[in-house]
Structures are given as structure tokens and as C-alpha cells.
């Protein structure tokens, strides 16, 4: 059977979600507080025994396209099930689309994170009728569409050990040199601000305001969320935000003064959040995109000193409701994001 969420139906869906290998916090009951700007609709399927075997939280906004309103809903990582289990997805998905239309969406987009050599997912696309949708191996795409992805659970040796000698000489030099490494609370996100505008000033990038920041330590449970902020001479020089869920760490959110690179903050943040994800038993750390186009450019080539490897994503399962609107809207999403990386690229 499938329904509506209900909030009584919170503690079962959680453990259901975060318990499941298809599960993300971006499908957890709290992400959509986070994201207030979009409305939201939680989906969920149980047996005949009232056990939860499925569940999709779609997120639902209009988008600013040039000329008209398109109303999208969206279910980042969905659907959770297992993808074999043909029956549970489409009861999900057409019960998706009927909220949708609800709203005058002209989509159901999910894009489960898994390879995109994903046999399972591939079928399961083509039973329901699914348009898997690339825009770019870029950050085109609603989620980047290449992670790069460590396995915590196969690192058997000294944490700093798996790293490449590099890697392991800058955290040494590093620490000393002073840095020092702290778990922040949210009265540290002033200082952390000041460094995100620097951030975006010196890559020519617009990232989230101090409201965002602030919703995330109001709405995302204290257990979920780690904070480690890094300083020196007196002042803090970066940090990170990271989601822990299920058996999954992920990189979310970053920033370093411009100039602080001599004290190899960003180095010890990550050294830090991978022995606590190693210690915690936790199975792996998501650090996040990378350009799929240039694994050599710098933010893959950090990653990529710290183990692991880049995962390509299966993409976008659409689920088409209105035609029209719904090729309007990836044309813009698409042609918007290339025309804005061409422009940084240039500058």
C-alpha cells in the first residue's frame, strides 16, 4: 500500500531510510527543512505486514526559467527501495506523479546514487517508462552527477597511511606549523561566514547565506551533522560541515581563508573526519563532485590524494508529465549552468 507521510510515522521512516543501501540524508524527514524555499511531500510503500519497503521524498518548487514558471518535483537520491522490486517503484513513482500534478509539476525527477552502470536501475528505468536524463559530467545536473567516493571500511592501516606521501607530508607540516583542529557549535558560524566570502570572492562563486548555515544547526539533528572548523594565530582559517548518516559520511560544506593555504588546513579536516569515520565504523566518506570532463583540475586532484576514486552517477530518472514544460526546463537548466561555468572560466 502506498500513502502520505504522517508524523507519526517519523522514528520507522528514518531508521527505514537510513538503514537502507539506496537510502541519503537528502531523503531524511529533516533535509526538506533545510531547503525552505522548496514544499514538500513525503511518499512511503508498506507490506502486508505494515513494514515500510519503500519510500520517496519529493521536493516541490517553481523554477525561475526565462519567460515561465516550471513547476518541478524533485526527489534527491530517490526513490529509496530496492530496485529489483519493480511493483514498490512504480506504485512510488505513479503515486509521485499524482502529487506532482497536484502542484502543476511537469516532472518527477529522481536520481538515485548509484553507478551509472547500474543493470538494475537501467531495467527498472526502462519497465517504468524513465527518461535518464545527463545534462554534463560537470555540474550541470540537479546532484554532480561524479562523486568522489573513499571506502572507510577498507582502510585497515593507520589512517594517515592511505594517504599518498604528499598528503601525508602536509598534514604533518601542518600541525606543525600550528594548526590546530576543533569541532565547532553553531556560535562559530560567524567566523565560518567570513571565511566562506572570501572563498566565494577568490573562485568567483556564490555559495549559501548565514540563514542557510543557521537552518541547517536548527532542523538537522545534532547526530547527523559534525563541524570541524581549523585555526591558528588566534583565528579560525576553515572549515566543514559534514552529514553523517546511515553508514555514510558526506562533504558538504567548506571554506578557507585566502590566506591561510601555508597551514594546510583543508588537509587536516579531512584527515580528521576520515579517522572518526573510520573509528566510528562508518562505510563510506562521500567527499562530494568533481568535474567528470577534468579529474585533473584542483578540486579533483585534492580529493583524490586522500584514497578512493570517482563514481559516475546513473543521472536523472524523469518521469514525464507535461512534454513541453518539461523540455523548457531542462534546456534551461542544461544551456543556464554551461553558459555560467564558460563565463567563470573565462574570468
Not at 320 to 336: A, D, H, M, Q, W
Request: with cysteine.
Amino acid at each position: 500500500m502506498v500513502r502520505g507521510y504522517v508524523e507519526n510515522d517519523r522514528e520507522r521512516y528514518e531508521k527505514f531510510v537510513a538503514s537502507h543501501e539506496n537510502g541519503s540524508f537528502l531523503q531524511a524527514s529533516f533535509w526538506p527543512s533545510v531547503k525552505k524555499e522548496w514544499k514538500n511531500e513525503i511518499i512511503i510503500s508498506e507490506n502486508e505486514n505494515g513494514e515500510i519497503n519503500g519510500s520517496l521524498s519529493l521536493l516541490i518548487r517553481k523554477m525561475p526559467v526565462p519567460l515561465f514558471n516550471v513547476t518541478v518535483a524533485y526527489a534527491p537520491r530517490g526513490p529509496v527501495c530496492d530496485y529489483t522490486d519493480i511493483q514498490t517503484a512504480s506504485e512510488l513513482i505513479n503515486k509521485a506523479k499524482e502529487v506532482a500534478k497536484g502542484y502543476g509539476a511537469c516532472v518527477v525527477k529522481c536520481d538515485p546514487d548509484k553507478s551509472h552502470e547500474n543493470g538494475q536501475l537501467k531495467a527498472l528505468a526502462k519497465e517504468l517508462g524513465l527518461k535518464i536524463k545527463v545534462h554534463g559530467l560537470a555540474y550541470e545536473n540537479m546532484q554532480p552527477i561524479c562523486n568522489h567516493k573513499i571506502p572507510l571500511n577498507e582502510i585497515k592501516c593507520e589512517v594517515i597511511d592511505f594517504y599518498n606521501s604528499k598528503t601525508r607530508n602536509k598534514i604533518k607540516t601542518g600541525l606543525k606549523r600550528g594548526t590546530e583542529i576543533f569541532y565547532g557549535t553553531k556560535e562559530d558560524l560567524p567566523a565560518f561566514y567570513e571565511i566562506i566570502k572570501q572563498t566565494e570572492e577568490r573562485k568567483n562563486i556564490s555559495l549559501r547565506d548565514m540563514d542557510y548555515y543557521n537552518r541547517m544547526f536548527e532542523v538537522i539533528p545534532p547526530e547527523n551533522m559534525l563541524f570541524i572548523l581549523a585555526r591558528a594565530e588566534g583565528r579560525v582559517i576553515a572549515g566543514g560541515i559534514f552529514i553523517l548518516y546511515g553508514k555514510t559520511i558526506t562533504y558538504s560544506y567548506s571554506a578557507m581563508a585566502t590566506d591561510a593555504g601555508h597551514y594546510h588546513a583543508m588537509h587536516l579536516i579531512q584527515h580528521e573526519i576520515m579517522s572518526y569515520g573510520v573509528k566510528n565504523g562508518y562505510d563510506i566518506y562521500d567527499m562530494g563532485g568533481v568535474d567528470g570532463n577534468d579529474l585533473k583540475e584542483g578540486v579533483a586532484v585534492f580529493k583524490s590524494n586522500f584514497g578512493g576514486g570517482v563514481i559516475r552517477n546513473i543521472g536523472e530518472l524523469d518521469a514525464v508529465i507535461k512534454p513541453l514544460e518539461y523540455f523548457i526546463f531542462n534546456f534551461s537548466l542544461g544551456t543556464g549552468r554551461k553558459i555560467l561555468r564558460a563565463i567563470r572560466k573565462k574570468k
